[in-house]
């Protein structure tokens, strides 16, 4: 298993600004991947991370609206940018452990006012 | 697109009873994931099912794949109230060993005393 965390665990921000969340592993993983839940709804793929290379990102997710940096094998961070009420959710990291086997960190809950 | 569908979306049940949760996807893949969300939390990984056939069980729960159906179950034998949660199942979204998963729509359990 992994031990994922996720900061800021939950955040309130103004339309127009940008959120930062950081996600860090207690080990090395190839793949980090970046989620979105929005309220009361399924889980949603925003992109994929990869270390020394471009975030790849989902239909309907664009670099500009969430860049995405993978500096090292144990860290990533999304940013949520020009911020809207429809950005409101949850965001959560996920690591691939194995071929079979992927964790998700606790999640970060965003609200935009 | 590969769509992953899951029914009921919403379970309500006695303690004691049984009931199967039901993951309908919509092309191949060759592992499907079950996830346990509890209210406000991240997920939970429960089941990774790997191959036509696969059988696993934990508990109270048993999950089962049938790969040429597209078919998997989730199922709750003399369910406890502790099994209330909202439980995902997953696919992955290019049929391999992408880990991009694409998640069904959730079925929120309620086990009633």
């Known amino acids: 298993s992994a031990v994922i965390s996720q900061k800021p665990s939950r955040d309130i921000c103004q339309r127009g600004t940008s959120l930062t969340i950081q996600c860090q592993v207690d080990s090395q993983v190839t793949m980090m991947f970046w989620y979105r839940q929005q309220p009361g709804q399924s889980l949603t793929l925003i992109a994929t991370?990869?270390?020394?290379?471009?975030?790849?990102?989902e239909s309907g997710f664009v670099i500009d609206k969430f860049p995405i940096s993978r500096p090292n094998l144990t860290f990533s961070t999304l940013t949520v940018s020009n911020l809207s009420p429809e950005d409101s959710s949850i965001y959560l990291c996920?690591?691939?452990?194995?071929?079979?086997?992927?964790?998700f960190g606790p999640g970060t809950r965003l609200t935009v006012t | 697109e590969l769509k992953v569908e899951q029914n009921p979306l919403f379970l309500s049940m006695q303690e004691g009873k049984n009931y199967t949760i039901y993951c309908n996807y919509s092309?191949?893949?060759?592992?499907l994931y079950w996830y346990r969300q509890d209210p406000g939390k991240s997920l939970e990984s429960l089941f990774v099912l790997l191959s036509n056939g696969a059988v696993k069980q934990e508990g109270r729960l048993m999950a089962s794949l049938d790969t040429k159906a597209r078919l998997s179950t989730l199922h709750i034998t003399a369910a406890v109230h502790d099994l209330s949660a909202t439980y995902f199942c997953?696919?992955?979204?290019?049929?391999?060993?992408?880990?991009?998963?694409?998640f069904g729509t959730g079925t929120l359990l309620a086990v009633q005393p």
């Open positions: 996920s690591v691939d452990v194995s071929p079979y086997e992927q964790y």
């Open positions: 991370a990869n270390q020394g290379s471009e975030a790849t990102y």
């Open positions: 997953a696919v992955d979204k290019y049929g391999g060993a992408t880990n991009k998963l694409i």
């Open positions: 092309t191949t893949s060759d592992r």
